[in-house]
C-alpha cells in the first residue's frame, strides 16, 4: 500500500513514526514549510537553533513549494503549498494522512484528495478542553459535525482526543487509536545512571538530592511558576528538594526571581536539544507539567516515562487521562492548585512508582503502537474504497 503524509515541518516526535511507517508502507512524506531558526524562536522556545538529531534520513520526503507572503507556522496562511495537487494526482496513493487541520496546507491537501479521489485521515491532538470563547464553542459546535465527516479515518492520540470527536458528533466505526508517542527505545537508553550522576556532578546536586523537572518552554500556559511556589512550600518538610529546569523562554527570569523570593533550590539548564534530554530526566526523581489546557498532550511526559520517570501532571493537560490519572506511573492535580501539587510532590518522592508500571505505561503509548493505528486505518479505507469499487 502506498501512503502520502502531509506534515507542517520536519518534527522531532514524528519522525521515529515515519521511519516506521517507512519500513511498513510504500511512503512519501510533504513537508509545507522549512522551518528557521526565527520559527522556532517565535514557537516559544526563546532562542534560535537546530534540531540536533537528524530528522530527515529512513524515509521518502519532499519539501513542497510554499508560496505564502508571509510563511511560518504560527497562522493559518503561513503554509500556502498548492503544488500539493499535482503531488497527490501523480502519485498514485492509496490515502493521505494530514497531520492536523489548523494550516492552510492541510485544506489543500484535504480538497486535492477528494478531487482525486483518495481517502483522507486525520491525525491531531485536539480536545475540549482548550481555552476557547463562547462564540467559537457555539460556532464550532453547528460546524465541526459537518466539517469534520470530510476525513473517511480520524486517528485518535488519547482519551480527550477520542472524546473530541466523539462530542462532535463523528462516526464511531471511523475512529482508530494512534496514541501519541516517542521513541521509547532511544530515550531508555540514554537515560542511564552514569548520564544521572554526570548532570548532577556539573551542577552541584547532590546524590541524595530531591530533584523535580520541568521541561518544556517557559511560557505563560506551561505555568512553571506553580513549581517554584510547590518547591517553595515544601522547603520545611522535604529537604533537599531541588528544581531542575530544561528549558528557556520570556518567563526564566521571573523563575529565577521567584526561586531566589522563596529560597528554593533552582538549577536552570536553559534551552536543551533533543540530545540532551534523556540526561535531564535521567537527573530527576520526578518530571511536573502543570500546564493548563492550551497543553493538548505534553509529549515530555512520554519521554520522562520512556525514560523510567514517574510524573506529576495538570487535570487541564490533555494526556492527563491517559498517562497519569490512573495512578500507575504518576499522578494529577488541578491545574493551579499549588497546594494539591506540593502534596503530590511529597508523596510521589516518599513512594513513587514501581519501575515496571512506569514501562508498562510507556510501552502502550510507543512507536509500534502508533504505526499500528495509521496500518489499520489505511487497511480500512482502502478495503472500503474496493467494495465501492
Not at 529512513?58 to 503544488?83: I, K
Not at 518552554?217 to 522547603?235: E, N
Not at 510524573?311 to 494529577?332: H, T
Request: charged share 20%; proline share 5%.
Amino acid at each position: 500500500m502506498r501512503l502520502a503524509i502531509l506534515a507542517s515541518h520536519p518534527i522531532q516526535y514524528q519522525v521515529p513514526l515515519f521511519r516506521e511507517l517507512a519500513r511498513r508502507l510504500d511512503l512519501m512524506v510533504f513537508f509545507a514549510h522549512r522551518a528557521s531558526h526565527a520559527d522556532q524562536a517565535e514557537a516559544g522556545f526563546g532562542v534560535g537553533f537546530e534540531w540536533d538529531i537528524d530528522l530527515l534520513s529512513g524515509y521518502e520526503h519532499r519539501f513542497l513549494d510554499n508560496v505564502s507572503p508571509q510563511p511560518g507556522l504560527d497562522h493559518f496562511a503561513g503554509c500556502d503549498t498548492p503544488s500539493i495537487a499535482e503531488q497527490l494526482s501523480q502519485g498514485r496513493f492509496d490515502a493521505l494522512l494530514v497531520m492536523g487541520w489548523h494550516l492552510k496546507s492541510f485544506w489543500q491537501g484535504v480538497w486535492a484528495s477528494k478531487r482525486a479521489r483518495i481517502p483522507v485521515m486525520v491525525r491531531g491532538d485536539s480536545h475540549l478542553d482548550t481555552p476557547r470563547s463562547m462564540l467559537k464553542r457555539v460556532a464550532k459546535s453547528f460546524i465541526y459535525p459537518i466539517a469534520l465527516r470530510v476525513f473517511d479515518i480520524a486517528l485518535y492520540v488519547g482519551i480527550r482526543s477520542r472524546q473530541y470527536w466523539e462530542h462532535y458528533g463523528y462516526p464511531e466505526d471511523r475512529l482508530i487509536f494512534s496514541p501519541h508517542c516517542v521513541d521509547n527505545a532511544w530515550f531508555a537508553q540514554r537515560a542511564t545512571q552514569g548520564a544521572r550522576q554526570e548532570l548532577r556532578a556539573q551542577h552541584g546536586v547532590g546524590s541524595d538530592a530531591k530533584v523535580v523537572l520541568f521541561a518544556g518552554k517557559l511560557v505563560p500556559f506551561k505555568r512553571p511558576l506553580d513549581l517554584i511556589s510547590a518547591a517553595g512550600a515544601l522547603r520545611g518538610s522535604l529537604a533537599g528538594l531541588t528544581v531542575l529546569v530544561a528549558g528557556s523562554g520570556a518567563l526564566g527570569e521571573q523563575m529565577a526571581s521567584a526561586a531566589d523570593a522563596t529560597g528554593v533550590d533552582l538549577v536552570h539548564l536553559g534551552f536543551c536539544n533533543q540530545t540532551m534530554m534523556p540526561k535531564a530526566y535521567a537527573a530527576a526523581d520526578v518530571l511536573v507539567l502543570p500546564s493548563n489546557g492550551d497543553e493538548t498532550w505534553g509529549l515530555v511526559v512520554n519521554e520522562a516515562l520512556a525514560c523510567g520517570r514517574p510524573v506529576i501532571v495538570s487535570d487541564a493537560c490533555g494526556c492527563a487521562p491517559d498517562l497519569a490519572a490512573d495512578g500507575l506511573a504518576g499522578s494529577m492535580f488541578p491545574v493551579g492548585n499549588v497546594s494539591l501539587l506540593a502534596k503530590a510532590i511529597a508523596d510521589m518522592m516518599s513512594s513513587p512508582p514501581v519501575a515496571s508500571a512506569i514501562a508498562e505505561k510507556a510501552s502502550r503509548y510507543s512507536i509500534k503502537a502508533a504505526a499500528d493505528g495509521v496500518c489499520r486505518g489505511l487497511e480500512r479505507v482502502v478495503l472500503r474504497r474496493r467494495i465501492a469499487g
